[in-house]
């Protein structure tokens, strides 16, 4: 139901936007969010988006770096990331949730997600 698409391979400074698509039901009202997931660590949050209330939180590592979109029309979240690092490289995962009430400092825990799309991967070179 969650699509991930428009990672690669880019060189350091350079920029990559990522899309996420959600088919079969609308997530418009609910969070969404991007995580990030490196070999042998476990999956981290990059950047939530609380839905109806338009309310984001920024990993302290990509703030003023990325930024979090949303399409209602399109039922489409976007990751623009700009002035990429070899530490952003990773896969991107983009997550939805149908629950409502979740308070923000939970949106940034995997358990806090119900839907799932493949991941995107992403590589910054140095």
């Known amino acids: 139901q969650l699509q991930a698409s428009g990672g690669g391979l880019v060189q350091a400074g350079g920029s990559l936007r990522l899309s996420c698509a959600a088919s079969?039901?609308?997530?418009?009202?609910?969070?969404m969010g991007w995580f990030r997931q490196v070999p042998g660590k476990e999956r981290e949050s990059v950047v939530v988006?609380?839905?109806?209330?338009?309310?984001?939180s920024y990993a302290n590592s990509v703030k003023g770096r990325f930024t979090i979109s949303r399409d209602t029309a399109k039922n489409t979240v976007y990751l623009q990331m700009n002035s990429l690092k070899p530490e952003d490289t990773g896969v991107y995962y983009c997550?939805?949730?149908?629950?409502?009430?979740?308070?923000?400092?939970?949106?940034?825990?995997?358990?806090?997600?119900?839907?799932w799309g493949r991941g995107t991967l992403v590589t910054v070179s140095s």
């Open positions: 079969g039901r609308t997530f418009n009202n609910y969070p």
């Open positions: 988006h609380r839905g109806s209330s338009g309310g984001t």
């Open positions: 997550a939805a949730t149908a629950r409502r009430g979740i308070i923000t400092s939970e949106l940034s825990r995997t358990t806090s997600y119900d839907y």
